[in-house]
């Protein structure tokens, strides 16, 4: 069973730095991209950042681009997310994301998520 | 960046019905579009993906059509766990980008 475990949230003040983890069980984690996705409180869902297999290139909204960095670890099938700078508008609940298929930009396995609350 | 138009906002339908939900892409997305169901309090579950295949494990009565910048999810027999919030996915491009989702209730 494909099973991603999110940690790591929690509160913190606007311009300090939290780093979500995500541990990946139940497939090969190397083989696939893997990817960060939030949802707001009573919002959509936003993209934050995708890795590829090897962790040498990633991608970013401008929303997040300079102040997050995501980075993979596939020895302990592991996923990061480190946010730096946080803002107000950053609280959301953050999923870590597997790709349906790893040619389809598209995300067939989600976790559980983890809530990041940014406030004084 | 593509911009995803999900329409309606809301609707609903009684039970055993037909429901049809449409996305519009800003740009043309070659089929890269799919479809996740998320209900209250749960991650989103992906439904359909490249416009017309169906994730396992994901009911039949459930499809997707359409090419170029417009798609659809069809639901068939529409029933009770069917609720929740939907939303389309471009995978065509980055930044990934979703639409606003669309919220459907039983009637």
């Known amino acids: 069973e494909i099973q991603l475990v999110e940690s790591g949230g929690g509160l913190v003040q606007p311009g300090r730095s939290l780093k979500l983890s995500c541990s990946a069980s139940g497939f090969t984690f190397s083989n696939y991209y893997m990817a960060w996705v939030r949802q707001a409180p009573k919002k959509g869902l936003e993209w934050v950042a995708t890795?590829?297999?090897?962790?040498?290139?990633?991608y970013y909204p401008d929303s997040v681009r300079g102040r997050f960095s995501i980075s993979r670890d596939n020895e302990k099938s592991s996923l990061y997310l480190q946010m730096n700078s946080l803002k107000s508008e950053d609280t959301a609940t953050y999923f870590c994301?597997?790709?349906?298929?790893?040619?389809?930009?598209?995300?067939?396995?989600w976790g559980q998520g983890t809530l990041v609350t940014v406030s004084s | 960046d593509i911009q995803m138009t999900q329409s309606p906002h809301s609707l609903s339908a009684s039970l055993g019905e037909t429901v049809s939900i449409e996305c519009l892409a800003s740009a043309g997305i070659s089929n890269y579009l799919a479809w996740y169901q998320q209900k209250p309090g749960k991650s989103p579950q992906l439904l359909i993906y490249?416009?017309?295949r169906l994730q396992d494990g994901v009911p039949s009565r459930f499809s997707g059509s359409g090419s170029g910048t417009q798609y659809s999810l069809k639901i068939n027999n529409m029933q009770p766990e069917d609720e929740g919030v939907y939303y389309c996915q471009q995978g065509y491009t980055y930044p990934l980008t979703f639409g606003s989702g669309t919220k459907l209730e039983i009637k």
């Open positions: 994301a597997r790709r349906v298929r790893d040619s389809y930009a598209h995300f067939g396995y």
């Open positions: 490249y416009a017309n």
């Open positions: 890795i590829s297999t090897s962790g040498t290139t990633t």
